[in-house]
């Protein structure tokens, strides 16, 4: 019995790993990646600067305690943790807004470089030779 189970098994695993794909992912095409990109800037945008803000107010709030010598106001320790808790977050939502800026510029250049043009191919017609527009889809690398 469990020789049939394992037969079986690696059965079903060959027939997935070898079989074709019914559904193909359709391709993007420039305005798709133009949306992604004002999408992932909002975004960026909207993480970066409250996250900015948090890391400014929380290094203010943890310097403005550990560096207070003053005998007059003693050591808060909940204002330092709050500081410094703020800090990292505040840290957290910059790195996380890098990210999607980065991704963002990647998607515009590759909209950039995404265009539809008419390419003139020559084709016999009557004897001669007849230049024909076709639609095609042309990628720029640049190097």
Same mark, same amino acid.
């Given at each position: 019995?469990?020789?049939?189970?394992?037969?079986?098994?690696?059965?079903?695993?060959?027939?997935?790993?070898?079989?074709?794909?019914?559904?193909?992912?359709?391709?993007?095409?420039?305005?798709?990646? &133009?949306?992604?990109?004002?999408?992932?800037?909002?975004?960026?945008?909207?993480?970066?600067?409250?996250?900015?803000?948090?890391?400014?107010?929380?290094?203010?709030?943890?310097?403005?305690?550990? &560096?207070?010598?003053?005998?007059?106001?003693?050591? !808060?320790?909940?204002?330092?943790?709050?500081?410094?808790?703020?800090?990292?977050?505040?840290?957290?939502?910059?790195?996380?807004?890098?990210?999607?800026?980065?991704?963002?510029?990647? !998607?515009?250049?590759?909209?950039?470089?995404?265009? &539809? !043009?008419?390419?003139?191919?020559?084709?016999?017609?009557?004897?001669?030779?007849?230049?024909?527009?076709?639609?095609?889809?042309?990628?720029?690398?640049?190097?």
């Amino acid at each position: 019995m469990r020789k049939v189970i394992i037969v079986f098994i690696i059965l079903i695993a060959a027939c997935s790993a070898f079989c074709q794909q019914t559904n193909p992912v359709p391709t993007l095409t420039k305005q798709d990646y &133009l949306e992604k990109s004002k999408n992932q800037k909002k975004i960026s945008q909207w993480v970066g600067i409250p996250g900015s803000a948090m890391f400014l107010a929380g290094s203010v709030l943890y310097f403005s305690e550990i &560096l207070d010598f003053s005998p007059a106001s003693p050591y !808060n320790e909940r204002k330092a943790n709050a500081g410094e808790a703020l800090m990292i977050t505040g840290g957290a939502a910059v790195l996380v807004s890098a990210g999607f800026a980065i991704a963002s510029r990647s !998607n515009k250049k590759k909209a950039m470089s995404l265009a &539809l !043009n008419k390419q003139f191919v020559p084709q016999l017609q009557e004897s001669t030779i007849v230049y024909h527009p076709i639609p095609s889809l042309t990628l720029k690398i640049s190097l």
